[in-house]
């Protein structure tokens, strides 16, 4: 924010946007933050740190969900908490098995508080329909957030509705595409339509380019030049863009 500022200052024709990525994910983590969804997480949350924090719990949830992992919370990931939450209502009745068998009455861990408030949550009706309703709230966001923190196409336009509903009136009304009809009278609005829908709606890919820099210049190699680091990394991270196309049509 502070850079934006100055550039500002400096270049006040400029045209600035918020990462949408990092925008939709405050909007998860304020949803996440109400009380009547807080305690899910919180549950969750202390039930898969609980599962992951001993051996014998570990390996006794690989055995009843044929090694399929958890996926935990993590602190800088997008969306991290909304996996954990699909991960463990995709296991819920392995969990459960789990939890009522015999194999965990035998475990030294079901008698420690952590692990009969584990058992309380993974038996709870209330939890696992607080799940189901944290995972219908947080699901279009998801939807949204994915489709802006990927770069196979520009998503600008998608992620400001209102262009795209006054766009659809537009098309309604007159029968036909407006950029058909009118579109070849207008050149400089054209102009002006594809740079905004062009733009990045995400810093995503920034952070994948200082990746790949990182990869390129380490400890071992910290005298290239800048002219020579720069070439690397160029053809370093247009590689992985061609290796993303095959992939991306498949």
């Given at each position: 924010m502070g850079a934006a500022k100055l550039l500002k200052?400096?270049?006040?024709?400029?045209?600035?946007?918020?990462?949408?990525?990092?925008?939709?994910?405050?909007?998860?983590?304020?949803?996440?933050?109400?009380?009547?969804?807080?305690?899910?997480?919180?549950?969750?949350?202390?039930?898969?740190?609980?599962?992951?924090?001993?051996?014998?719990?570990?390996?006794?949830?690989?055995?009843?969900?044929?090694?399929?992992?958890?996926?935990?919370?993590?602190?800088?990931?997008?969306?991290?908490?909304?996996?954990?939450?699909?991960?463990?209502?995709?296991?819920?009745?392995?969990?459960?098995?789990?939890?009522?068998?015999?194999?965990?009455?035998?475990?030294?861990?079901?008698?420690?508080?952590?692990?009969?408030?584990?058992?309380?949550?993974?038996?709870?009706v209330q939890f696992w329909s607080g799940v189901a309703q944290c995972l219908k709230v947080f699901s279009p966001l998801v939807k949204v957030l994915r489709m802006v923190d990927a770069d196979w196409k520009p998503s600008m336009g998608f992620v400001y509705g209102e262009i795209k509903v006054a766009k659809e009136e537009i098309i309604t009304s007159l029968g036909a595409s407006w950029w058909g009809l009118f579109g070849g009278t207008t050149p400089h609005l054209t102009k002006i339509a594809m740079r905004i829908l062009s733009l990045t709606s995400s810093s995503s890919g920034c952070e994948r380019n200082w990746s790949t820099f990182e990869r390129v210049h380490t400890k071992i190699r910290d005298r290239l030049e800048e002219s020579k680091l720069n070439?690397?990394?160029?053809?370093?991270?247009?590689?992985?863009?061609?290796?993303?196309?095959?992939?991306?049509?498949?």
């Open positions: 200052e400096k270049i006040p024709s400029i045209f600035w946007t918020s990462c949408a990525t990092h925008t939709i994910n405050l909007m998860l983590e304020g949803i996440g933050a109400l009380p009547r969804f807080k305690k899910i997480l919180d549950q969750a949350k202390k039930l898969t740190i609980f599962i992951y924090a001993h051996h014998k719990s570990l390996a006794m949830m690989r055995s009843y969900t044929n090694k399929r992992e958890i996926i935990r919370p993590g602190v800088t990931r997008f969306a991290s908490t909304f996996l954990t939450l699909q991960s463990l209502a995709e296991k819920k009745e392995q969990l459960r098995h789990m939890f009522s068998s015999t194999e965990w009455e035998e475990c030294k861990f079901s008698s420690t508080p952590k692990g009969i408030a584990s058992y309380k949550t993974v038996s709870s070439n690397l990394v160029y053809v370093q991270f247009n590689a992985n863009l061609m290796e993303k196309k095959p992939k991306a049509k498949r």
